[in-house]
């Protein structure tokens, strides 16, 4: 279940973990540009959840996913917009995340699993089907001591945050600040990220409030 505090959190590593290990493969990456403003949004269209235009106000959201068979529920107490249903027949919870002053700057989705069984499968699945959309992205995976790939203990360790499985497609330009990321959470569920250059600020503005 979401909280504001466990997706800030969350929000952090999976950027610094994405920005570090395109950065590690292309050291002529420039650096992300944290102060990122609205227009450049209109360079972010290829990577949208049901092609819902980055700073979308709050009606035109839940239109959309209503119209997509998606149950909508209450704005929940960070601003963001809950909802539920089925993506590639799995059982898929989400949040359309909003800016205060700037509209929808994130899509979160969630595909759950029954203590992880088939979690794997679905996240092959996942990234065959964004592949297909978007192209080949880049695949990571590392695993910290005393694990390691092959061991039998994957699952273990990715439960305790020590083995980490994600793909990422960046945004324009090789934009680490924007893009696409799926990736295995700590439950063994599957997370997929889209994130507008909109959603660093916002992130910024809830960091400051979180303590």
Same mark, same amino acid.
């Given at each position: %279940? ?6 800030? !959190? ?10 570090? #290990?395109?950065?590690? *493969? ?13 227009? +450049? =949004? ?7 959840? !049901?092609?819902?235009? $980055?700073?979308? *106000? ?7 996913? &209503?119209?997509?068979?998606?149950? /909508? ?17 799995? @059982? /898929?919870?989400?949040?359309? %995340? ?9 899509? *979160?989705? /969630?595909?759950? =699993? ?13 990234? &065959? &089907?964004?592949? *297909?959309?978007?192209? #080949? ?29 994600? &793909? =990422? $497609? #960046? ?8 893009? !696409? ?13 889209? @994130?507008?250059? !909109? $959603?660093?600020? @916002?992130?910024?503005?809830? +960091?400051?409030?979180?303590?």
């Amino acid at each position: %279940m979401k909280t504001a505090m466990k997706h800030l !959190l969350r929000s952090t590593v999976l950027l610094l973990a994405f920005t570090g #290990a395109t950065r590690a *493969q292309d050291s002529t990456l420039k650096e992300r540009t944290p102060n990122s403003t609205p227009s +450049r =949004t209109a360079g972010e269209i290829r990577y949208r959840f !049901l092609d819902i235009p $980055w700073a979308s *106000q709050a009606s035109k959201i839940r239109a959309e996913l &209503t119209s997509h068979g998606f149950t /909508v529920s209450a704005t929940d107490r960070d601003g963001d917009i809950p909802f539920s249903g089925r993506i590639l027949d799995h @059982e /898929v919870s989400g949040w359309a %995340m909003m800016s205060p002053t700037n509209g929808l700057a994130k899509f *979160q989705i /969630v595909f759950q =699993t029954r203590n992880g069984v088939g979690y794997r499968d679905i996240y092959r699945e996942v990234v &065959t &089907t964004m592949t *297909q959309k978007y192209g #080949a992205g880049e695949d990571h995976a590392w695993f910290e001591s005393p694990y390691e790939s092959g061991d039998g203990y994957e699952d273990t360790a990715i439960r305790v945050d020590k083995g980490h499985i994600f &793909t =990422t $497609w #960046a945004g324009p330009g090789g934009d680490t600040a924007t893009g !696409l990321i799926v990736d295995i959470s700590k439950a063994l569920s599957i997370d997929v990220e889209y @994130e507008s250059s !909109l $959603w660093h600020k @916002e992130l910024e503005r809830r +960091r400051s409030k979180a303590f």
